[in-house]
């Protein structure tokens, strides 16, 4: 299986900071890298798709790059509504997985 | 509006099977693939299979292969997850979601859309 390596495991940032979250692949995964993000007992949310793609109704502080083994999701600047879990996901091959999950909690 | 909604929670005793459902509405039930998910509590997320709604093909995770089952109805326009022979390590929230790709699971489009989810209990 291919291993998604998050760091860092929890950050703490104020509103309006700049954010950004590194995801890295066991192996080259091209641009299959998707990321999610899941507030409190709810269900995760498709936020950018493809590495870099928007998905709709995202706002476009959040946005991704990278490609092959290392990824990156950056929140230009951070809303209240932002403090959540975020999670990258390779769908390169079977079984997809998922990186175990960066936590943005409030300073 | 697209929309999935998942069966009620679940308790189950070891060694037990669990089936839950997952009822599409909104669009065209046969056209996208439908994923399971699942999260242990606290824990992160899971893939587990895939079903392809217009031909009822799957793909399973090897670590789930031989417990797991994914079928479908398409009068109702309903997937099934049955997970058989349950341990406390299978008590999670269980997810079905909606791959965007169009009659594929390319992967490249991500998951759009989440059922509620499903908790299932597994303790003696």
């Known amino acids: 299986d291919i291993q998604m390596t998050q760091s860092p495991s929890s950050l703490s940032a104020s509103v309006g900071d700049r954010v950004t979250i590194t995801c890295r692949a066991s192996?080259?995964?091209?641009?299959?890298l998707n990321w999610y993000q899941q507030k409190p007992g709810k269900a995760p949310k498709l936020l950018i798709y493809?590495?870099?793609s928007l998905q709709s109704g995202v706002p476009s502080r959040f946005s991704g790059s990278g490609s092959g083994t290392e990824f990156t999701l950056t929140i230009s600047t951070l809303q209240p509504e932002d403090f959540a879990a975020y999670y990258c996901?390779?769908?390169?091959?079977?079984?997809?997985?998922f990186g175990h999950g960066t936590k943005v909690e409030i300073k | 509006q697209v929309h999935l909604v998942q069966s009620g929670a679940e308790v189950k005793k070891p060694g037990a099977s669990v089936k839950v459902s997952c009822k599409a509405s909104?669009?065209?039930?046969?056209?996208?693939?439908i994923h399971w998910v699942r999260q242990a509590p606290g824990q992160g997320l899971e893939w587990m299979a895939w079903?392809?709604?217009?031909?009822?093909?799957?793909t399973y995770a090897p670590r789930f292969q031989g417990r797991v089952s994914m079928t479908r109805d398409t009068s109702i326009s309903t997937a099934y997850m049955e997970l058989t022979r349950v341990t406390s390590d299978d008590t999670a929230i269980y997810y079905c979601?909606?791959?965007?790709?169009?009659?594929?699971?390319?992967?490249?489009?991500?998951?759009?859309?989440w059922g509620q989810g499903t908790m299932v209990t597994v303790s003696s």
């Open positions: 979601a909606r791959d965007q790709g169009y009659r594929s699971p390319s992967g490249l489009v991500g998951l759009d859309v």
């Open positions: 909104g669009y065209t039930f046969d056209d996208f693939y």
């Open positions: 079903i392809n709604p217009n031909s009822g093909g799957t």
């Open positions: 192996q080259s995964i091209s641009d299959y």
């Open positions: 493809a590495t870099s």
């Open positions: 996901q390779q769908s390169y091959t079977t079984p997809w997985t």
